[in-house]
């Protein structure tokens, strides 16, 4: 909060509007903007409304929200992924008040069928850590979710595909953990995956 970032700026729409025109004015790609449903007391449907509105006015190519409000004082960064309530349909409300602005929604979803319910409701969905958890978890996204039929690689074969960037990393000076600890969870579920962790 002092320094002014993170889901405390939800308290400052204007200044998130300016920053997002100031960050297009400079930039070829497109500026996204991530927030929850509210902060604090300030939960109410049309704060979030008038949030959204300003930055799409603003030129934000697209809105991912957390359908979970941020307590900016007294919850641990864990207690803030549980106690909040998750409110779905109120990401749901917003995509319907702008249809034309594309809207992902975020928090608590850790299943593929979960994804295909939100993606009824609006237009992408982010994952956050079920698939840093069980990262194999999105090997059958495209099939499952957009009808790609394209053979899925064995998990074997993606860490394959993996060391060679793991060796050019490591001889730029780079430390192993920083790259092994995003594939510990690659054969969660699978037979032998705690023996790989």
């Not at 004082?73 to 109120?90: A, C, D, V, W």
Request: aromatic share 8%; net charge positive; glycine share 8%.
């Amino acid at each position: 909060q002092a320094g002014r970032f993170g889901a405390g700026l939800m308290a400052e729409p204007a200044l998130v509007a300016d920053c997002v025109a100031a960050m297009r004015a400079v930039v070829k790609v497109p500026v996204t903007v991530k927030c929850r449903i509210g902060i604090d007391a300030r939960d109410s449907y049309g704060e979030l409304r008038d949030f959204t509105r300003q930055v799409r006015d603003a030129g934000a190519a697209a809105l991912i929200v957390h359908a979970r409000k941020a307590w900016l004082n007294g919850l641990s960064p864990k207690e803030h992924r549980e106690i909040p309530p998750l409110s779905y349909p109120t990401v749901y409300r917003l995509k319907r008040d702008f249809p034309e602005l594309p809207i992902a929604i975020n928090g608590g979803i850790s299943t593929l069928e979960a994804c295909r319910t939100h993606l009824a409701e609006v237009d992408g969905v982010m994952l956050g850590r079920a698939a840093y958890h069980e990262p194999w978890l999105l090997a059958d996204v495209d099939r499952e979710l957009f009808g790609d039929d394209h053979p899925v690689p064995t998990r074997h074969a993606v860490l394959d595909a993996f060391l060679p960037y793991v060796e050019q990393q490591l001889a730029a000076g780079r430390r192993l953990n920083s790259m092994s600890r995003h594939v510990l969870g690659l054969f969660h579920g699978a037979p032998g995956g705690r023996r790989f962790r």
